[in-house]
C-alpha cells in the first residue's frame, strides 16, 4: 500500500507521540509507525518526573488535563547522607516545582490525543525500514497485519530509543556516539502501598544508594543501586525491603513496606550522538541520547527535543527553514547540560562500584559523602542542584 505524508515518525513512546501532537497543532501531515503492540508501549514502566519545562509544553498541546489532576506537585526533594535528611526547597530556592506522573500515564494521554485527532498510528508494525533519507525522498517500509505498506514522506523523524532502528541508519562516523558506562545498576520496584514521604528521598548509605518515589498516594516507586549484571532472582521480596529500610532509614523515621507488584534492573549509561540529524533524518529522544535516571532526566529531554524539533518542522512546512537548520546543535547544547548534571547526581549518591579498588572505594565513599555534606549544608549549591532538577528553559 502506497502512502505519501510530510513527517514518518518511527516509534510510538513518549517522543514519537509527542511530535506528532505537535505536529497535529500545526497541521502538518505526519505518519507515526511502532513496531510493538499499544498495549506494550503503554506497559512499560519508565520515568516519574516532570519537569517544570516538560508540563508547560505539555499544556501548550493541549495534552495536561489529567496530568493537572492526578499529577502529585512536589516542591522539593530530601537529600540523605547516612541517615541524616535535608530537604531542598524548590520553591523558595528557584521558584519552580516538579510534578510526579509516571511515564506511562503520558503515554496513555497521547494515545486517547491520537485517538481523538484519527491520527494514523501503526502499532505492531514489522520490518520497518527507512530508506533514502541521506536523499530528498525518503521511504519507510513496513508490513502490518500482512499488508506491506510503502510511505513516502520528506523528513523523517527517529523517535524509535537507544535501541531503534534510525541510528543504525546514521554512518559510524557520523553518529559518533560519545558515550560512559557507570558501576551501578538499579533495581527497581512498584509496590501496593502508599508512600511513606511527602516528596522523593535521595539517600547515600554505606551499603548503596537508594530512593523513594511514587506514582500515586497509594503505589510507592523505589529504587537500590545493585551492582551491574546483578540476578534479579537474587532479590527476593524481604530482602529488597530489608536493603531499602537499611538505606533509607533516618532517626524517627521507618519505611512501610507492601506488595511488590513489578521489579526490574536497569543499568546505567550515558550517550549522546555527535549530531541528530543525518540527511532528512531527525533523531529525538533516546534514539540520540540516554542519561543515567538519578537526575530524572531522560523523559524530560525526551519532550524538550520534540519542543524543538516539532516547532521547526512546522516552521519548515511554512517555508522558514532557520529552526530546522538549528535543532541538532540546540538540542545537543541543552543535552550536553543535562548529562553533566546526570553524571553529577549519579557520582554524588551512590557508592563506589565493584571494579574500584578496596583503598580507592574508601577514599572514593568518603569523598562523596564530604560532596554530599557540602551540598545539603549550601543554599547556594542547593539552587544550582534545584535549577537543574526542576529543568533549564528549552531553547
Ligand atoms: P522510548 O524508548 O520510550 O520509545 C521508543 C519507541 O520506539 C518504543 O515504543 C519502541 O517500541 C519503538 N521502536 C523501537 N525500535 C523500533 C523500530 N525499529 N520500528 C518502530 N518502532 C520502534 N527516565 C527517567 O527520567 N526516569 C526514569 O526513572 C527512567 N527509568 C527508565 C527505565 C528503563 C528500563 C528505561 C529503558 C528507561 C528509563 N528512563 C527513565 C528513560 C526513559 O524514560 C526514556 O528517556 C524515554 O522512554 C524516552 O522516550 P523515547 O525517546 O520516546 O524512547
Ligand atoms: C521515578 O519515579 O521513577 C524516578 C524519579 C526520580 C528519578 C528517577 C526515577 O531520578
Not at 530530601?78 to 510534578?99: K, S
Not at 533519507?133 to 523523517?156: N, S, T
Request: with cysteine.
Amino acid at each position: 500500500m502506497a502512502e505519501r505524508t510530510t513527517v514518518a515518525v518511527i516509534g510510538a513512546g513518549p517522543a514519537g507521540l509527542l511530535i506528532g501532537a505537535v505536529l497535529a497543532a500545526h497541521a502538518v501531515p505526519f505518519v507515526i509507525v511502532e513496531h510493538r503492540s499499544r498495549e506494550h508501549v503503554l506497559s512499560r514502566i519508565r520515568a516519574g518526573v516532570l519537569e517544570q519545562a516538560s508540563v508547560d509544553v505539555l499544556e501548550r498541546y493541549g495534552l495536561a488535563e489529567r496530568l493537572h489532576a492526578e499529577g502529585l506537585v512536589h516542591g522539593g526533594i530530601h537529600l540523605q547522607v547516612e541517615g541524616e535528611r535535608t530537604h531542598v526547597d524548590f520553591r523558595a530556592l528557584v521558584g519552580r516545582t516538579v510534578t510526579v506522573y509516571g511515564q506511562q500515564q503520558v503515554v496513555l494521554d497521547l494515545m486517547r490525543h491520537h485517538d481523538a485527532l484519527g491520527s494514523a498510528v501503526h502499532y505492531s508494525a514489522e520490518d520497518v525500514r527507512p530508506e533514502g533519507i541521506d536523499g530528498d525522498a525518503p521511504v519507510v517500509r513496513f508490513r502490518v497485519d500482512g499488508v506491506d505498506h510503502e510511505l513516502r514522506a520528506d523528513f523523517v523523524v527517529g523517535a524509535d530509543g537507544y535501541h531503534g532502528v534510525c541510528r543504525t541508519l546514521v554512518p559510524d562516523g557520523v553518529l559518533a556516539p560519545a558515550e560512559r558506562g557507570y558501576d551501578a545498576a538499579w533495581l527497581g520496584i512498584l509496590a501496593d502501598v502508599a508512600p511513606s514521604t511527602d516528596e522523593l528521598i535521595y539517600a547515600l548509605h554505606p551499603e548503596g544508594f537508594a530512593m523513594h518515589s511514587m506514582r500515586s498516594p497509594t503505589v510507592s516507586r523505589l529504587y537500590l543501586q545493585v551492582d551491574p549484571g546483578e540476578d534479579l532472582a537474587q532479590w527476593e521480596d524481604d530482602r529488597i525491603w530489608a536493603a531499602l529500610q537499611e538505606r533509607l532509614g533516618s532517626p524517627g523515621w521507618t519505611l512501610t513496606p507492601g506488595p511488590i507488584t513489578e521489579k526490574s534492573i536497569t543499568p546505567m549509561r550515558s550517550s549522546v550522538a555527535a549530531t541528530l540529524v543525518y540527511g532528512r533524518l531527525f533523531l529525538a529522544g533516546d534514539a540520540g541520547h540516554i542519561v543515567p535516571p538519578t537526575g530524572a532526566k531522560g523523559l524530560n529531554a525526551a519532550i524538550a527535543d520534540v519542543a524543538l524539533l516539532g516547532e521547526a518542522l512546522a516552521a519548515q512546512a511554512r517555508g522558514d527553514d532557520g529552526p530546522l537548520a538549528a535543532y541538532s546543535t540546540t538540542a545537543l547544547a541543552r543535552q550536553w547540560k543535562i548529562q553533566s548534571f546526570s553524571q553529577y547526581m549519579t557520582e554524588l549518591l551512590h557508592v563506589p562500584g565493584p571494579d574500584v579498588a578496596r583503598d580507592e572505594r574508601a577514599f572514593d565513599y568518603a569523598s562523596r559523602v564530604g560532596r554530599l555534606r557540602y551540598v545539603t549544608g549550601s543554599r547556594y549549591a542547593q539552587q544550582s542542584l534545584a535549577e537543574q532538577y526542576t529543568g533549564l528553559a528549552i531553547a
